[in-house]
């Protein structure tokens, strides 16, 4: 059974970034980190390909401003074109 998973989408913009949309940890494992786990692993990898994150998940959100060393806060300029493509694609 999977545990949990972030919906994101890729950014259409220049430079691209990815935009962690909802992060989902199914009921059964809540309160066990996993959520933290997975926020963790998508801003690493992030860093690694050299791509940054919008973070519009409220979750997601708050994990970046508690870890500003490993969630390097994005570009204004990123976060308006993400609520943008977000909100002209309300199925993400």
Known sequence: M???HIAYFTLD???????????IVEPAYEGRGIGS????????TA??????VVPLCPF???WA???REEAPAPYAA????????AKDHPGL
């Open 2 to 4: 999977l545990a949990g």
């Open 13 to 23: 913009f220049d430079p691209a970034a990815l935009v962690a949309v909802h992060t």
């Open 37 to 44: 786990a997975l926020v963790r692993e998508f801003f690493a």
């Open 47 to 52: 860093a690694r390909e050299g791509v940054p």
């Open 60 to 62: 997601a959100v708050g």
């Open 65 to 67: 401003q508690r870890h």
């Open 78 to 85: 990123l976060v308006v074109e993400a609520e943008r493509q």
